[in-house]
């Protein structure tokens, strides 16, 4: 199993970001997919799930109306769109499945929202 986040950066509040998973070693277009956050001192947390068909959503109520995930089987990716950045989403981002993640994690992209 390998797992690439890419995408982060630095951005100011308000700001626009496109996190981008790219996965291998499995079968990616039969697995609900998840995006997770780990911010400096704080656990781990869930921030986005997707089905294998990409049809249904969900999304932790901090994010909701904020971020969109998606993903393109094609190409054994998934994405995570994060507008109206705000302070508090700054954390290393990470892609995993929802349910009994792969003990494998990846590096994570840290995204960092500050003026």
């Known amino acids: 199993v390998q797992l690439v986040e890419s995408g982060g950066g630095l951005v100011q509040p308000g700001g626009s970001l496109r996190l981008s998973c790219a996965a291998s070693g499995f079968t990616f277009s039969i697995n609900a997919m998840a995006w997770y956050r780990q911010a400096p001192g704080k656990q781990r947390e869930l921030v986005a799930t997707?089905?294998?068909?990409?049809?249904?959503?969900n999304y932790a109520d901090s994010v909701k109306g904020r971020f969109t995930i998606s993903r393109d089987n094609a190409k054994n990716t998934m994405y995570l769109q994060m507008n109206d950045l705000k302070p508090e989403d700054t954390a290393v981002y990470y892609c995993?499945?929802?349910?009994?993640?792969?003990?494998?994690w990846g590096q994570g992209t840290q995204v960092t929202v500050s003026s």
């Open positions: 997707i089905s294998s068909g990409g049809r249904n959503t």
């Open positions: 995993n499945k929802p349910a009994r993640p792969f003990d494998y």
